[in-house]
């Protein structure tokens, strides 16, 4: 059974950091894509950061220079480092597997469960 299992939310304050992880089992994934989304309460899911097989990177506008999206193939696990948080970071966070494509059109047929990250100001 393939799972995708997060780690790392929390509540901090504005200007803090926090690390979200999320550890695949079940099959590798070292040969394909991983995502983040967010979705904060009354909103859409968004994109937020993704991961090639092979390491190259893409941030949405709202986390450039912010977030650090990274992965450890040897662990099955990817990373998103959140540096200089605000208020509208708050969300729930997920974690997804993409085979091809692009991020945000293309299908996710794996996602992790949702991690809830606050920012108070």
């Known amino acids: 059974q393939v799972q995708l299992v997060q780690s790392g939310g929390g509540l901090v304050q504005a200007g803090g950091s926090l690390r979200l992880s999320c550890a695949a089992s079940g099959r590798t994934f070292s040969r394909d894509a991983m995502d983040w989304f967010r979705q904060a309460p009354g909103k859409e899911r968004e994109f937020v950061a993704a991961i090639g097989w092979l390491g190259s990177t893409y941030y949405a506008d709202s986390a450039k220079g912010r977030f650090t999206i990274s992965r450890d193939n040897a662990k099955n696990t990817v990373y998103l480092q959140m540096n200089s948080l605000k208020p509208e970071d708050t969300a729930v966070y997920y974690c997804?597997?993409?085979?091809?494509?692009?991020?945000?059109?293309?299908?996710?047929?794996?996602w992790g469960q949702g991690t809830q990250v606050t920012v108070s100001s």
């Open positions: 997804a597997v993409r085979y091809s494509g692009d991020p945000i059109t293309s299908d996710h047929p794996y």
